[in-house]
């Protein structure tokens, strides 16, 4: 697969896992692509953390507001009866609980749901944002990537970048698969039909768990 079909099939996987009414937070790049697979019927209400509640999709060409850009500085829009807020207000949201999923990317994950998703500041990553208080505050955490980066594992049996936080991921999906981070590890509940379950686990660092139900990707 190239990189337009990845991102395809993760994207349209992972708009699956919300729900009519939630409050959902996206991470840059691959997360902003969800909403346009949304099921059927199925409405959420976006926050971007810098202060905006309802945010829209992107503008079109040359209708662009110098006032309306998300978190990662691109151009977006707001719905009618959006709330802009100070960054601060945006905050205590994510914080007291009030986000009710969270979709971001990783860097590195582990079996233990702890994430990298940073390095030092400086260096090619910048820093890690609002993901700090995004993967404690929201309800639910899941983060959409690569299975692999440069051939390399992402998901890990210990992390070895900086932790944003630690135990706080509870489902990865990628285009090999979706996995739940449990208390024995990290289950295996779908699979793509492209990869075999050795395809997958030797993409992985982390021991897998295969249960006997596992499904076909949707």
């Known amino acids: 697969m190239d990189k337009n079909q990845i991102r395809e099939v993760i994207a349209k996987r992972a708009a699956l896992e919300l729900h009519d009414g939630d409050v959902v937070n996206l991470g840059i790049g691959l997360p902003t692509a969800i909403p346009a697979y949304l099921p059927k019927g199925v409405n959420v209400t976006l926050q971007s953390e810098n202060g905006l509640v309802g945010m829209g999709p992107a503008p079109e060409e040359g209708k662009e507001d110098l006032d309306y850009v998300n978190a990662g500085g691109g151009y977006i829009t707001a719905l009618p009866g959006a709330y802009a807020c100070s960054s601060v207000d945006s905050f205590l949201i994510i914080r007291g609980g009030h986000v009710d999923a969270t979709i971001l990317g990783a860097m590195q994950v582990d079996e233990k749901g702890n994430l990298a998703n940073w390095m030092i500041p400086g260096k090619k990553t910048p820093g890690m944002g609002g993901a700090m208080d995004l993967i404690v505050g929201a309800k639910r955490v899941i983060l959409t990537m690569e299975h692999t980066a440069k051939g390399n594992p992402k998901i890990l049996k210990e992390c070895t970048l900086p932790l944003t936080a630690a135990g706080q991921v509870n489902m990865i999906i990628t285009e090999m698969g979706v996995m739940d981070i449990t208390p024995e590890g990290i289950v295996l509940r779908e699979i793509n039909p ?14 897998l768990i295969i249960p006997k139900d596992l499904k076909s990707m949707c």
């Open 194 to 207: 492209e990869f075999t379950v050795e395809d997958v686990q030797a993409a992985t660092d982390a021991k």
